[in-house]
């Protein structure tokens, strides 16, 4: 299976933005904007949002994903979400290991782990974020640190379960400073992670897998780094909040 016949993505990533209100609003501008995507069209939001989300997006083709999961069915976690918790909501996606996570709230490589199987196990689609900081990338050693957060929050899963897994290559010096990895430096890295799952569960599995770059992706970069063999789709911030920004991506990924 090559890129033509793999699942483009585009996710927004709203992070702590929006209110149910302002989500309703920027709902509204987005469902005719990417009506016509050729691609699947996903907006991660916040909690708060998810009900007005998924009401919203009912019979269009805007899927809703949730922001975190916990990795517990249930129990004294307080303020936390479980992921049937989510399902029963009618949500599809969870972005899980975000840097943000991994850097604020203590997110290790395990906790990713069990967040993502969690979700697997009650439906949901998770879309497992990776990369490396400017220190990292600076001792050369990006692509062992991708290797190693791979295996750790894919440890367990079975091939079945890899089907519905997303991940997304967020090099962490890129996200929300206006700083995008080059085309180049996105595909080495989104090629690397094909590259060890196909080496835990073989060369077809690895050629089904949708890799998202993200990283101050927008309108105007999308187009090239979408046009990149290995990199199957975005994972958008900053421009995921504005519907006509986030509709020339989902265009840019139609094309690439
Ligand atoms: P920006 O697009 O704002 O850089 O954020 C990227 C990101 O973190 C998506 O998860």
Redesign the pocket.
């Given at each position: 299976m090559d890129k033509q016949n793999r699942k483009a993505v585009i996710a927004g990533?709203w992070?702590m933005n929006k209110t149910a209100t302002e989500a309703a609003e920027l709902i509204d501008a987005l469902i005719p904007a990417v009506k016509d995507a050729d691609c699947e069209v996903v907006i991660?939001v916040p909690f708060t949002d998810l009900v007005t989300a998924v009401e919203k997006t009912k019979g269009t083709n805007i899927h809703v994903g949730a922001e975190n999961v916990h990795y517990e069915k249930s129990g004294a976690f307080t303020g936390e979400i479980s992921a049937d918790m989510l399902v029963d909501l009618g949500v599809e996606y969870v972005?899980v290991g975000?840097?943000?996570r991994r850097q604020y709230f203590a997110e290790t490589n395990e906790t990713v782990n069990k967040r993502s199987r969690a979700a697997l196990a009650a439906g949901l689609k998770p879309i497992i974020?990776v990369g490396e900081s400017l220190d990292q990338r600076e001792q050369g050693v990006t692509e062992e640190l991708v290797r190693m957060q791979v295996k750790i929050a894919l440890n367990g899963m079975t091939a079945e379960e890899l089907k519905n897994v997303i991940i997304?290559y967020?090099p962490i010096w890129?996200?929300?400073?206006?700083k995008t990895a080059t085309a180049e430096q996105a595909e080495e890295v989104c090629a690397a992670i094909r590259k060890v799952v196909g080496e835990l569960y073989g060369e077809e599995a690895a050629k089904a897998l949708t890799v998202q770059y993200?990283?101050?992706?927008?309108a105007k970069n999308a187009e090239e780094l979408l046009s990149k063999p290995d990199v199957d789709g975005g994972?958008?911030?900053?421009?995921?909040l504005k519907a006509d920004q986030f509709a020339v991506i989902v265009d840019a990924a139609t094309k690439g």
């Open positions: 990533n992070k991660c972005v975000h840097s943000e974020c997304a967020e890129a996200i929300g400073t206006g993200g990283g101050s992706m927008n994972l958008i911030g900053g421009a995921s």
